[in-house]
């Protein structure tokens, strides 16, 4: 995952639980829903998302290669008592064996990662046949939506620590393998642009 602006993890820190209680909280609570059994978190952040854990979900594991987010959603973790196995790594390379994880849950992280196509095969592998990969993403609009994403994406990407807001989210899952029918796109929300619209839901692994 691309780090190029340093400020960047700070910044997050910083504007992030506002943008969460005005918004997010309930689109990450909404997502999250969908996990079950053995739960990876890839892209854990400073770890809000693990304040919605639903009933379903057996054990967490979590991914997050910027240390001071991993320290952060270490602190949270043990503020409300979740036992969560947090290591450093990045999407391109997650450290954990093949078939380990019943869902993989991807919070806003597929717009960052280096190489989605990579890191959605590092998904495939350690997801369970038939496994669940959750999913609450901002993706590329259409018509000027989409090409004014296309134009600001390289100056965006630098300020945002690698975020880039035009990518074809539901196209790159597909392609790796997975059944998008349960996916969404939520093209009203409330989120500034260029981070939307959204993407929400579950795509199942397909068992060939």
Avoid at 70 to 94: F, M, N, P, Q, W
Avoid at 96 to 114: I, M, T, W
């Amino acid at each position: 995952m691309t780090c190029g602006n340093p400020l960047f993890p700070y910044v997050y820190r910083l504007g992030m639980p506002v943008f969460d209680r005005l918004f997010y909280n309930r689109y990450r609570r909404a997502a999250i829903a969908d996990a079950t059994g053995r739960l990876l978190v890839v892209g854990l952040g400073p770890g809000a998302d693990l304040k919605f854990l639903p009933s379903t979900v057996t054990s967490v594991a979590a991914v997050e290669p910027v240390s001071a987010f991993r320290r952060a959603a270490s602190r949270l973790a043990a503020r409300h008592g979740i036992t969560a196995d947090i290591v450093d790594g990045t999407g391109e390379s997650i450290p954990f064996s093949d078939n380990s994880f019943d869902s993989v849950y991807v919070g806003l992280v597929l717009c960052s990662v280096d190489d989605v196509a990579a890191t959605l095969g590092e998904i495939r592998r350690v997801l369970v046949p038939g496994g669940r990969l959750v999913v609450l993403e901002h993706v590329r609009g259409g018509g000027l939506v989409g090409r004014l994403q296309d134009l600001i994406a390289t100056p965006w990407s630098w300020l945002s620590s690698g975020c880039h807001p035009n990518r074809r989210t539901v196209d790159a899952i597909a392609a790796a393998g997975f059944d998008t029918s349960r996916l969404r796109r939520i093209a009203r929300t409330p989120v500034p642009f260029p981070c939307k619209p959204h993407l929400q839901g579950f795509a199942t692994l397909i068992v060939n």
